[in-house]
Structure formats: structure tokens, C-alpha cells
Nanobody, 115 residues
Framework: QVQLVESGGGLVQPGGSLRLSCAAS????????MNWYRQGPGKSRELVAQ???????NYHYSVKGRFTISRNNTNIALYLQMNSLTPEDTGVYYC?????????WGQGTQVTVSS
């Protein structure tokens, strides 16, 4: 039905930048929220950034001022610009889109911040 595919992950040095993308296929209608989650080694999955149907953004405190979430509603695409990366940002990043009665997830893309 609906498929989300992330891309843009990779290996980057501390202080570097990456831009993650999430492309959706299928039909998505109604009001929905778009999110980026991440799960670091030995850690629980956590919400990193969120953009609501009204365009409001929310960020985990640890990434405020460094990460920017954006969207393209024509193609239902989601982006995450990540700057000033630290080793603590390492993990698998997941794209998520949720409506009132449905929820879709991507397969995840690995981000590794290391020297």
C-alpha cells in the first residue's frame, strides 16, 4: 500500500553534516504528522524531529539548533538536515508518517558520526 524509503545516511566526521530524505509511494490523504526517529546502539528509539499538518516543528532538546525538518507535500517527501553532528547522533534513523488511524514506517538509514 504505502511505502517509505529513507536515504542519505552514511559515515561523517564530528562537526560534519548530512541530509536525510524520505520518499513515499502510494496514496496518503487526510491530516498526518511526519516524524524522524532514531535508535542508537544500546538505546531506545526516540523522536528526533516532527512536523505537523499545520507546519509546526518540534525537536528533541539535544538537536535543537542543529537539525532542521522539512517536507514536500506534493510528493509526500520528508527531509532532515543535520549539522554539527556529534558521535551521540549515531544511530539508525527512521522516517514515520502517522494519521488518525494509520501509521507508516521506513526501513531506516544508518548514520555514523566518528573520526
Amino acid at each position: 500500500q504505502v511505502q517509505l524509503v529513507e536515504s542519505g545516511g552514511g559515515l561523517v566526521q564530528p562537526g560534519g553534516s548530512l541530509r536525510l530524505s524520505c520518499a513515499a509511494s502510494g496514496t496518503i490523504t487526510g491530516i498526518f504528522t511526519m516524524n524522524w526517529y532514531r535508535q542508537g546502539p544500546g538505546k531506545s528509539r526516540e523522536l528526533v524531529a516532527q512536523i505537523t499538518s499545520g507546519g509546526k516543528t518540534n525537536y528533541h532538546y539535544s538537536v535543537k539548533g542543529r537539525f532542521t525538518i522539512s517536507r514536500n507535500n506534493t510528493n509526500i517527501a520528508l527531509y532532515l538536515q543535520m549539522n554539527s553532528l556529534t558521535p551521540e547522533d549515531t544511530g539508525v534513523y527512521y522516517c514515520n508518517i502517522g494519521g488518525t488511524r494509520w501509521n507508516y514506517w521506513g526501513q531506516g538509514t544508518q548514520v555514523t558520526v566518528s573520526s
